[in-house]
C-alpha cells in the first residue's frame, strides 16, 4: 500500500495525514466489541495495574465509576485487536514512512473518551514517552524513527474530544525539536474530525492534544505505534510486547 504524493507531503510538513474509511464497518464492529469488553473489565477493578495480558490505566471518579485513562498493549487482553494491529493496511503505511522494512511494535492502546469522564491530553508530543532519557530511545533513521497509526472506532466530532494539531507556526520547538513547555498558541489548533474507520497517522515530533469529551457518545480509538528497529531500549508491559513486524 504505496502512500500518495499529498499524504507524504501532509506527513513531513503537519506531521500527520488521515485516511479515510481505511477500515470496513465490519472490522471496525470487531474493534469495538473488543474496546467494550476491556472497558467492562475495566470497572471491575479500581486500580492502575496489569491484568490478563494488558496494563490498565486507570483513575475512580466520584461517583464510584471508573475512568479509563487507556488500556496499554490492549491486544495482550484481545487477540482481534492484536491481529488487526498487524494488518497490512496499517503496517505497511508506517514501514513506508519509517524507511525500513520491518518494525517493532511498542503500542496496541484502547484509548477511551466516555461522555463526562473527564479525560483530556495537553499539549504534546509523542516523542517525550518514548525518549526517557539514560539510552532508552535513539533516533537510528534521523526522522523520528516512530509512526502512530490511530484507529477511529467510533466517529470523532468537534464536540466528543477530537484529537487536535498545532501547526508549526504555533509552537516553540528547542534545539532538539522538543516543545517548549506552555509555548503554544492554542487558538491555532487543527481538530481531527472523521467517521469510525477512518486511520490517522502521525510522527512523534507532531504537537497535539485533546479535550473531554463534552457530548452524549463515547470517542474511543485504537492506537497502534511501530518503531524502527533498534530505536527502542524500553521496557512497555503487555503479553507480546514489542513484537516485530511484519
Given at each position: 500500500m504505496?502512500?500518495?504524493?499529498?499524504?507524504?507531503?501532509a506527513?513531513?510538513a503537519?506531521?500527520?495525514?488521515v485516511?479515510?474509511g481505511?477500515l470496513?464497518?465490519?472490522?471496525?464492529?470487531?474493534?469495538?466489541?473488543?474496546?467494550?469488553?476491556?472497558?467492562a473489565?475495566?470497572?471491575t477493578?479500581?486500580?492502575?495495574?496489569?491484568?490478563d495480558?494488558a496494563?490498565?490505566?486507570?483513575?475512580?471518579l466520584?461517583n464510584?465509576?471508573?475512568?479509563?485513562?487507556?488500556?496499554?498493549?490492549a491486544g495482550?487482553?484481545?487477540?482481534?485487536l492484536?491481529?488487526?494491529?498487524?494488518?497490512?493496511?496499517?503496517?505497511?503505511?508506517?514501514?513506508?514512512?519509517l524507511?525500513?522494512s520491518?518494525?517493532?511494535?511498542?503500542?496496541?492502546?484502547?484509548?477511551?473518551?466516555?461522555?463526562?469522564?473527564?479525560?483530556?491530553?495537553?499539549?504534546?508530543?509523542?516523542?517525550?514517552?518514548?525518549?526517557?532519557?539514560?539510552?532508552?530511545?535513539?533516533?537510528?533513521?534521523?526522522?523520528?524513527?516512530?509512526?502512530?497509526?490511530?484507529?477511529?472506532?467510533?466517529?470523532?466530532?468537534?464536540?466528543?474530544?477530537?484529537?487536535?494539531?498545532?501547526?508549526?507556526e504555533?509552537?516553540?520547538?528547542?534545539?532538539?525539536?522538543?516543545?517548549v513547555?506552555?509555548?503554544?498558541?492554542a487558538?491555532?489548533?487543527?481538530?481531527?474530525?472523521?467517521?469510525?474507520?477512518?486511520?490517522?497517522?502521525?510522527?512523534?515530533?507532531?504537537v497535539?492534544?485533546?479535550?473531554?469529551?463534552?457530548?452524549?457518545r463515547?470517542?474511543?480509538?485504537?492506537i497502534?505505534?511501530?518503531?524502527?528497529?533498534?530505536?527502542?531500549?524500553?521496557?512497555?508491559?503487555?503479553?507480546?510486547?514489542?513484537?516485530?513486524l511484519?
Amino acid at each position: 500500500m504505496s502512500l500518495s504524493t499529498d499524504e507524504l507531503r501532509a506527513f513531513h510538513a503537519n506531521g500527520y495525514f488521515v485516511k479515510r474509511g481505511l477500515l470496513r464497518e465490519d472490522e471496525v464492529d470487531a474493534a469495538r466489541a473488543a474496546l467494550e469488553r476491556l472497558y467492562a473489565v475495566a470497572q471491575t477493578l479500581r486500580a492502575t495495574g496489569d491484568h490478563d495480558g494488558a496494563f490498565f490505566a486507570l483513575s475512580v471518579l466520584p461517583n464510584g465509576s471508573v475512568a479509563v485513562q487507556r488500556v496499554v498493549w490492549a491486544g495482550g487482553a484481545e487477540p482481534v485487536l492484536l491481529a488487526l494491529s498487524a494488518d497490512p493496511r496499517l503496517v505497511e503505511p508506517a514501514l513506508e514512512l519509517l524507511g525500513t522494512s520491518r518494525c517493532e511494535q511498542l503500542l496496541c492502546q484502547a484509548h477511551y473518551k466516555m461522555p463526562n469522564d473527564g479525560v483530556a491530553f495537553d499539549w504534546h508530543q509523542d516523542i517525550q514517552h518514548r525518549d526517557k532519557g539514560a539510552g532508552t530511545w535513539q533516533d537510528v533513521t534521523g526522522r523520528g524513527s516512530f509512526v502512530q497509526s490511530i484507529l477511529l472506532v467510533d466517529d470523532m466530532t468537534e464536540e466528543n474530544g477530537p484529537l487536535t494539531f498545532l501547526p508549526a507556526e504555533a509552537v516553540t520547538l528547542d534545539a532538539a525539536g522538543r516543545l517548549v513547555p506552555g509555548a503554544v498558541d492554542a487558538t491555532r489548533g487543527v481538530p481531527v474530525v472523521g467517521r469510525a474507520g477512518d486511520v490517522l497517522f502521525f510522527g512523534p515530533y507532531a504537537v497535539h492534544g485533546s479535550m473531554p469529551n463534552q457530548s452524549s457518545r463515547p470517542r474511543r480509538v485504537l492506537i497502534n505505534g511501530y518503531a524502527a528497529p533498534g530505536a527502542n531500549q524500553r521496557y512497555y508491559p503487555g503479553r507480546g510486547a514489542c513484537r516485530v513486524l511484519p
